[in-house]
RNA sequence: GUCCGGGUGGUGGAAUGGCAGACACAGCCGCCUUAAAAGCGGCGGCCGAAAGGCGUACGGGUUCGAAUCCCGUCCCGGGCACCA
């Protein structure tokens, strides 16, 4: 049949106030209930990681949430109570920057960036709960980062050691890793240098095991690639430590080794140049000699230190360890390709079977003693370590025995002695939180020269940020807030003389570490979060974000929350429960940057297709976990599909001609529907889509070509279409529900 | 080096043991239009006139049947990297 040319025509930016309107005046994506209620409904709790106010929302954002929000509005459309929360990241070093930059109060420029990001979620129509709403740099929030520190302090979880950080000898200031570019200070160019400094540390490696075990319940749930990648990073192995005597020296030195069984065959012993016990085990004779190589390692560059077959070096420190089996003595050098932080920062030095103690054997000329029969070629000869299985040889009374077998005897026997037991190390690291800047959470410690380190009774907190009479950026290099002297100078709480405060603030890590566990109840005063909200809403059941964070945010907020488990302060020991990571939004092949010039802007494209157009755009492009390329998407084709559904919505009209239903045009609206249903199950959002738009064109040709637009069983069709597009483009389904008749 | 992914039309992708290329983008053709846009309809892996044959990086294998499972090779992306 013929249509009429439409005298109106879709216009998707037409119908966003109206509907904002509508949704605010009935409160329809509120949750039943953020604290208490009946649990008769399934609960769900959808979170995306919270974003950063560096301006307005970009591309990134938009793909994120519109992948998040479809999620929520599916699993809410299927029934269940839906908290779907959304709340701001607003410390952090970006406002500090424009602070500088302007001479602005960071407060300022934060909270504007966070209006703005507001306003621009509800017109993309992202159905939040707004009732969540938390920034962490309000005093409301961060003061319960303090009392988290305080209590992972009281359980010794929070401690203070020396470590290196990057510094500005221009600037004469601290640097975060993201203001060194390519080894150069951001603003002045100048090469940056590591400095040792005291810092903040939680000792994350007290739950290296517990990270790994409980990765059991995230199999399956999480991607593949984020559990490898935290395994990776935690690196556990699994060896013997093995004590050394040293001649001239009381204690025996121990190290650590995933190969006991290679025992007999270390003819050297290294400890790591720059680990106090290398300067302890130098004698008078080498301490020149020393002396001169530490200067020499100490000074090579990034890109030195990265190399990994740079030239092994190393000087003897005039002494001998014992080998405990067979009492060998072995010379002791100090070199830099052993790492003082790993083990013990000190090894046996195994040439024959270790490729890195092989190459330093022949730079040096040590002896290099086969001890594992593998039937390779003499390591001696080719340079090549072997680790091949085999049997052993020159070891005394464990010859004979194959590689695994070899590696328990000589551990228990080891550990019979007296001088060694099987050992695990991890590669994890301790999280350095403290961070030499001003826009963050205080640390609540006090320094007393009498009473030491004296944390701020409870009742005192929140330590609030100095909002005047501060320097960010200060001549001393310490933390800025070391210049606001009418903050930093106080009574020590415990003997009330002068002390001072701690003038570092922390990692915005903390932050993000457990904030959706006040999301529920983000104005309760009695603790940092609400136990009748948590009780209701967590673990988290959804939660989406970038892979970016696999080793940084989502392992802190594991270890935050097996804490508080530990504390007795949640019932869990996970805090995300189905973890699913978005891809990026790229441009032509490359990452989106100011340099590239190729920034796609988000509201431009916004007033070109309409919200729904770039939610679709976003979602349709493939699955949520690969990158989208904006060059190779069609918002323009989008938009087009949402034209078609209003059209079609608008030719079937209200009244519905009295007719038999369609079995043959039921049946196929129907298997689209299961269809779209079990994509949108296993969160092939991509693929829902693109059975919606098999759906619009089947309803297309039925109203132009079949029963026509007034027929009962097109009705049917369309009411469902629109009802599944609501998942994708709120507005243009509200749209045509409406003009449907309702 | 090592660990984890991946390789399907011009393009994004669909199909996870059962009709390869759904759905869309870009392209071409037709209808409509004075015209254009919009809209509606159609074509579209490769070879071939056709019949037919070939085809999911490459080589082998398992199977009645393989893009999908197994082995090997090449290539691409990512994590870690002197971690003992």
């Excluded at 879709?10 to 966003?16: E, K, T």
């Excluded at 709960?129 to 929030?141: A, C, F, Q, V």
């Excluded at 052993?338 to 022949?362: C, K, N, S």
């Excluded at 619009?696 to 040709?701: A, C, E, G, K, S």
């Amino acid at each position: 049949m013929t249509r009429e040319a439409p005298a109106e025509s879709y216009d998707p930016n037409a119908i966003i106030d109206k509907w904002m309107k509508v949704w605010d005046d009935l409160h329809v994506y509120e949750a039943d209930g953020l604290t208490e209620g009946d649990d008769a409904t399934a609960r769900s709790y959808v979170v995306s990681m919270y974003p950063y106010p560096s301006g307005d929302l970009h591309m990134g954002h938009a793909e994120v949430y519109s992948i998040s929000d479809a999620i929520a509005r599916y699993v809410r459309m299927q029934g269940h109570n839906v908290l779907n929360a959304i709340g701001w990241d607003s410390f952090g070093l970006p406002a500090e920057n424009a602070a500088l930059k302007r001479d602005l109060d960071p407060r300022d420029w934060t909270y504007a960036n966070i209006a703005v990001q507001a306003e621009s979620f509800r017109r993309l129509g992202v159905s939040f709960d707004w009732r969540t709403r938390l920034h962490t740099s309000d005093p409301e929030y961060y003061r319960w980062n303090q009392w988290l520190f305080l209590r992972l302090f009281d359980r010794g979880l929070a401690y203070r050691k020396e470590a290196a950080v990057n510094w500005c000898p221009n600037d004469r200031t601290v640097l975060a890793n993201e203001q060194v570019i390519a080894g150069r200070c951001e603003r002045c160019g100048t090469i940056v240098v590591q400095r040792p400094l005291t810092q903040w540390f939680f000792k994350t490696t007290a739950y290296a095991q517990r990270f790994l075990d409980d990765m059991a319940q995230l199999e399956g749930k999480w991607p593949h690639e984020v559990l490898a990648i935290q395994r990776n990073w935690i690196g556990r192995s699994s060896g013997a430590h093995i004590d050394f005597a040293i001649t001239g020296r009381a204690e025996p030195v121990r190290v650590f080794t995933t190969r006991p069984d290679t025992l007999f065959g270390a003819t050297f012993f290294v400890v790591a140049v720059d680990s106090p016990l290398a300067d302890e085990l130098c004698t008078d004779e080498q301490r020149a000699a020393f002396e001169a190589y530490q200067q020499t390692a100490a000074t090579a560059t990034e890109i030195e230190r990265l190399a990994t077959d740079r030239p092994k070096t190393g000087v003897f420190l005039g002494r001998y360890a014992i080998n405990p089996a067979g009492g060998e003595q072995i010379p002791v050098y100090a070199a830099d390709y052993v790492l003082a932080e790993y083990g013990t920062g000190a090894i046996m030095a195994v040439p024959a079977h270790d490729q890195r103690d092989l190459d330093f054997a022949r730079a040096h000329g040590v002896p290099v003693r086969v001890v594992i029969a593998t039937g390779e070629p003499d390591p001696a000869e080719t340079g090549v370590a072997t680790n091949g299985d085999g049997r052993l040889v020159n070891s005394g009374e464990f010859d004979g025995l194959p590689v695994e077998a070899a590696k328990e005897a000589i551990t228990a026997k080891l550990a019979a002695e007296g001088v060694g037991e099987a050992a695990v190390t991890y590669r994890l690291r301790d999280w350095l939180l403290s961070r030499q800047r001003y826009w963050g959470t205080p640390i609540p410690i006090i320094h007393c020269p009498a009473c030491g380190l004296v944390p701020v009774p409870d009742e005192q907190l929140p330590v609030e940020l100095p909002t005047t009479g501060y320097e960010l950026r200060p001549a001393d290099g310490e933390s800025p807030l070391s210049s606001a002297t009418d903050w930093v100078n106080v009574e020590c709480p415990s003997c009330g003389g002068p002390a001072r405060r701690d003038t570092d603030t922390m990692d915005t890590f903390v932050d993000s570490s457990w904030y959706f566990l006040r999301y529920p109840n983000p104005n309760y005063t009695d603790g940092p979060f609400d136990p009748a909200g948590v009780a209701r809403w967590l673990p988290v059941d959804e939660y989406i974000g970038g892979r970016e964070h696999a080793t940084g945010h989502l392992m802190y907020a594991r270890f935050i929350t097996k804490v508080l488990y530990d504390l007795g302060m949640v019932p869990f020991v996970e805090p995300f429960t189905k973890l699913m990571n978005q891809g990026q939004v790229i441009m032509a092949g490359k990452a989106m940057s100011k340099t590239l010039g190729n920034l796609v802007n988000l509201q431009e494209q916004i007033a070109a297709y309409g919200p729904d157009a770039v939610r679709v755009t976003m979602v349709f492009a493939g699955p949520p976990e690969d990158d989208i390329d904006w060059a190779d998407v069609s918002p323009t084709g989008a938009m087009k599909w949402l034209a078609r559904v209003w059209r079609l919505t608008g030719d079937i009209g209200v009244l519905p001609a009295p007719s038999e239903p369609d079995l043959a045009l039921r049946r196929s609206i129907h298997k689209l529907i299961a269809e779209a249903t079990t994509a949108m199950d296993t969160r092939r959002l991509n693929v829902g889509i693109s059975r919606l738009m098999e759906l619009t064109n089947l309803l297309r040709r039925a109203v132009d070509t079949g029963v026509g637009p007034g027929h009962p069983t097109v009705r049917e069709g369309a009411e469902a279409l629109v009802r599944m597009l609501s998942c994708f483009a709120p507005f243009t389904a509200e749209e045509g529900w409406e003009r449907l008749g309702h």
